[in-house]
């Protein structure tokens, strides 16, 4: 596709419901990246995927997220029994490469907006 | 305290005007830093990165890095009302990205 694809747009769940979110990068870019943005907070980093390699979880806020990424395309993030402190806009990103990655030439999505009553 | 500060603003200035957007940092071993625009409701777009110290240019924008005041800079010449949106400046930890808060910014016409 001509950029990062993300759904869905919004979600509105019940606490203690699992959520689903799904990010579908650019054609040949082999980094992926999940970011989480609170209301006036910047950026934080949740999970990276590059190639074939073990993805760096090291940013999952707990083991009620987690991730994976399918045929070096397609990503879900997945949050199980979610709280209201998980409300928050979670962006996917893909780059070319990990340099490209450290040159901060992320392409963003436009956000997966999740809320949590 | 925080890795990366960025004042949240919102800084409101007239049409044509000088706009100068500013990050403190903590860690001294950030090497690229980056500015990304953000409209609402958007992801995060690359305005620009520096390697190191120093100046880049782009059309209206420049950033500028001083290493040895851990501090960066985002000036923008002639501002233009589609400048309105938030500008937030991040620093990469190898492929982690480390970002500042945002500041939004909102040009007058």
């Known amino acids: 596709g001509a950029g990062v694809s993300q759904s869905p747009s919004n979600k509105v769940t019940e606490k203690g419901k699992d959520v689903e979110l799904r990010c579908d990068p650019i054609?040949?870019?082999?980094?992926l990246y999940w970011y989480r943005q609170s209301l006036g907070q910047g950026l934080e980093f949740l999970i990276y995927?590059?190639?074939?390699?073990?993805?760096?979880k090291s940013g999952l806020p707990s083991d009620r997220f987690s991730a994976e990424r399918t045929g070096g395309s397609v990503s879900t993030l997945t949050i199980q029994r979610t709280q209201q402190e998980d409300s928050a806009v979670y962006l996917c990103?893909?780059?070319?490469?990990?340099?490209?990655?450290?040159?901060?030439?992320?392409?963003f999505g436009e956000g997966s907006r999740l809320t949590v009553l | 305290q925080k890795e990366v500060e960025q004042d949240p603003g919102p800084l409101s200035v007239p049409e044509g005007a000088i706009v100068s957007l500013n990050c403190t940092y903590s860690?001294?071993?950030?090497?690229?830093f980056m500015w990304y625009r953000q409209y609402s409701r958007k992801g995060p777009e690359l305005l620009m990165y520096?390697?190191s110290s120093g100046n880049k240019e782009d059309g209206r924008f420049t950033a500028q890095v001083d290493k040895s005041s851990k501090y960066i800079s985002l000036f923008i010449r002639d501002s233009q009302p589609s400048d309105s949106a938030t500008y937030l400046c991040?620093?990469?930890?190898?492929?982690?990205?480390?970002w500042g808060a945002g500041t939004k910014l909102i040009i007058k016409p």
């Open positions: 990103a893909s780059s070319l490469a990990s340099l490209a990655g450290t040159r901060g030439e992320l392409f």
């Open positions: 860690n001294s071993a950030f090497q690229y």
């Open positions: 520096t390697y």
């Open positions: 995927f590059q190639g074939n390699s073990a993805p760096d």
């Open positions: 054609s040949g870019h082999t980094a």
């Open positions: 991040a620093m990469s930890r190898n492929y982690q990205l480390i």
